[in-house]
């Protein structure tokens, strides 16, 4: 029940998230595109605007040089005694547009200053005063490079806001005139016909980074460093045609009038923009809050009918995993959850008529499984074997035609030396150290050959009397004694001189570890068609670590043992269908080999067609 809501809660964060990173990223995008739409505009809006006011600066010295045209004109035709009263006449009309006039007789130092003023009646005057006539004044027509409609201006004077230029007007040949024109009409006159707004303010600069004039008369004389920050310093506005600034949500423009050496800088504040850009953004978020609302009231009664579904199929699946096919989910809608739960309940039946038939191929596969490992270890193991058996067969036989060479030698030396004592005494070991070898390649080869069984009947009693007998000397020397308790009925049909070979191996061992005046029982018995040989001894028993290792080729705790007698006789066994287990005795100290053997006669069991016990015969130890 908790993974289910945690699955609706999953699917409701997700569809949360989702339409909530929508509408973020929408609403975004929208804004950012606002932000770039207003910067462009204004930009736009700046650009023109400064275009504008440079263009009117133009035409407005155009009209001053017009206007100057018409008065040079006239005061050519007058006779030079009137000369005094045209310029008074033309001063007067144009106060608010000239701050002085200079006059120079050519060829005469008659060099006269006109400055209009007004007195306390409001009518103006004219005041005049003679000057000593400047080097440039007399020099003026060879430099025309600023001239503009035959004006030559000097410079324009911040600190007097006045414009000095000469009128280059060859028509005057009796008069070089100097007119100081004032900065804050040309400036009015231009900045009035402009439509600002409150948004936008034009100035009138200098290089220095001074308010020559603005539109807002507050900023008049103002650094623009103090007013706007330092992108408006003195050095950054020297030698600039055009350049842009952005502060505060501000952009400025600065352009230079060239013909006064003059810029004119243009700020358009779009703050109010961005005002009305984050209200509208405000209202996007609240409406982009209430689509969200909606969208989740309409989605949550889908939401917990799926959830309802998830959950009941969740328990159909749990007991499905219990192999509890018997109970569906019932279909109440036709849209896709229906039909979801259809495909359920079919997947559910369809499993449990799998399931059943699966559960009887696995019965048999487990049967075949067993079968086949079986099969697989027993021909693995007999290919191994037989592969082995024939190399070391080859080899064998090489090494015994060596040693057989060998022996002739120590024959030869043995006689050669037999008068020797020392000699003959390492001559035999080195005999005996020669039949050793011998003796383990022979055991090797026997443990590395499948066994290939000659069978006869003969009984258990007369292969252990054999055995014994064999042994005499050493039982002898160790005073051990041999209790056999053999039942009369032992006797098998098996290749006697293989088990003879395999009882070797195993009393050898028995007498090796009983102690002195030791014993060893051999017991025998019969049922059930088996033959079971119990041979015990009284020593030191086995440990638990070796338990395992007993029968592993080489493994061996005697001294010079090759570790091959007991690989051997479990061979053996095994190829007559038998078994082998040594323990410890649990009921004192040694150990016990006990060995099952089926009792195979000629009246009881057949061989198969090798002569071998068929492998369908059941021993257990």
Known sequence: M???????????????????????VIIVVLYNFGLDFIRSSVENDIKALSNRAVIRFEDEIKNRAFEQIVFETQLAVEPPENTGNVIEKFLKLNYDRYAALKILLNGKDDYRIFIPGKIYSGEIEIKSKHLNPPIHEKRIDKSTSKSIYNLYILKTDTKDKTIEYISLNKSLSRYRISYFVKLDNISEQVF????????????????????????????NNQKLNLLYGNEFSSGKLTNLNRKNFEFDNKLA??????????????????????????SLLIKAIIFALLIIVFVLIIIYPALQKLSHSVERMEQVARKVANEDFSETI???????????????????????????????????????IIELKKTRAELSSKQKL?????????????????????????????????DDDVSLLYIREMRKALKSFLNML?????????????LTEFKIEDLINNVVNQFQTDLEEKNISIIKKLDNNCSLSADRALLEEAMINIIINAIFYSPTDGKIIIICSSGNGLIKILIADEGPGIDKKDTEKLFVPFFTTKSGGSGLGLAIAKNIITAHKGKIKIFNNPNQKGAIAAIILPRITKDETSLDSSGRVPSNQNIKL
């Open 386 to 418: 037989a592969l082995i058996g024939e190399t070391i067969s080859k080899i064998s036989h090489e090494i015994q035609n060596k040693i057989g060479g060998l022996s002739i030698w120590i024959q030869n030396l043995e006689l050669k030396n037999k």
């Open 2 to 24: 908790k993974k289910v809501h945690k699955l609706k809660s999953k699917i409701f964060l997700l569809i949360l998230s989702g339409l909530f990173i929508l509408l973020s």
């Open 253 to 278: 423009l600065l352009r230079n009038v060239k013909s006064i050496n003059l810029r004119i800088l243009s700020i358009s504040d779009y703050s109010g923009k961005i005002s009305r850009l984050n």
């Open 192 to 219: 009035s016909g402009l439509n600002t707004g409150k948004e936008k303010t034009l100035l009138l600069v200098d290089s220095a980074g001074t308010v020559v004039y603005s539109s807002n008369i507050t900023q």
């Open 442 to 454: 022979i055991n090797f080869k026997k443990f590395y050959r499948q066994p290939i069984l000659d």
């Open 330 to 368: 019932d279909i109440k809608t036709n849209d896709e959850v229906g039909v979801l739960i259809q495909t359920f309940n079919d997947m559910v039946q369809k499993l449990s008529a799998s399931y059943e038939k699966l559960k009887v191929t696995n019965t048999e596969l487990e049967a075949k």
